[in-house]
C-alpha cells in the first residue's frame, strides 16, 4: 500500500513525516497509511494496520513513535492526532469518521 494525503496539499513537514512512514509500510505491508494537515499547526496520522491486532494502545504508539525518532522536534510536535487501528476497529471508532470527515478548523 502507499502512503496518502487524503485532503488538502502536502508540503515539507508532511513530506518529511511521509519519508520516516516509508519504513513503517517497508515493515507492516498491509498497513494503510494516511495523514493529512488539519491547520497550520496541526497534522493527523492514521494508521490501518492488521499487525496492530492483539497490542494495546501504549505498544501501538511506542512501535509507531519509534519510526518517528529522528525527525526534528518542530516536525514531530506538529503531529496532533495519532489514530493506530486495525481494519475492524475503523467501523467503531468515532476518531476514524473524524479522520474521514474532519471538521474545519477554525486556525
Known sequence: MSISVPRGKS???IEQII???KKYETDHPHARIDLYRQSRVSIRVRIIDPDLAGRERSQRHECFWAY???????????ISSVLLLTPEETKGSFAN?????PVPSQL
Do not use: G, H, R
Not at 518517528?68 to 506538529?78: A, F, I, K
Not at 469518521?97 to 470527515?101: I, T
Open 11 to 13: 508540503d515539507e513537514t
Open 68 to 78: 518517528l525518532n529522528d525527525l526534528p522536534e518542530e516536525v514531530q510536535s506538529d
Open 19 to 21: 519519508k520516516a512512514l
Open 97 to 101: 469518521m473524524e479522520f474521514d470527515d
